[in-house]
Nanobody, 122 residues
Framework: QVQLVESGGGLVQAGASLRLSCAAS????????LGWFRQAPGKEREFVAA????????AHDDSVKGRFTISRENAKNTMYLQMNSLEPEDTAVYYC???????????????WGQGTQVTVSS
């Protein structure tokens, strides 16, 4: 049974940093591309960042480029999202996902976590 569990969310002030983690079990972790998506209240879920199994390919949405960094540690079956210079517009539930290819779209991601709330106050 595949499980993805996000952690590290919380309430912070604008300009602060957070590091989200996504711990995976039940799958051969290094064979999966991983992604972070987020959903703000009243909005569609949107792409944040993605990383290939070997970490050779990473992608970040323009809205977070230069502020957020995706990474992974295959030995720990864990993916991270380092979020710096947080803005109120980053407030959302953040989801991690695992799939066959590194993609900015949701369709290729087969497994999803339950999400972790990030709230940024101004």
């Amino acid at each position: 049974q595949v499980q993805l569990v996000e952690s590290g969310g919380g309430l912070v002030q604008a300009g602060a940093s957070l590091r989200l983690s996504c711990a995976a079990s039940g799958l051969t972790f290094s064979r999966y591309a991983l992604g972070w998506f987020r959903q703000a209240p009243g909005k569609e879920r949107e792409f944040v960042a993605a990383i290939s199994g070997s970490s050779s390919i990473t992608a970040h949405d323009d809205s977070v480029k230069g502020r957020f960094t995706i990474s992974r540690e295959n030995a720990k079956n864990t993916m991270y999202l380092q979020m710096n210079s947080l803005e109120p517009e980053d407030t959302a539930v953040y989801y991690c996902a695992a799939g066959g290819i590194t993609s900015r779209t949701e369709a290729p991601y087969r497994y999803w976590g339950q999400g972790t709330q990030v709230t940024v106050s101004s």
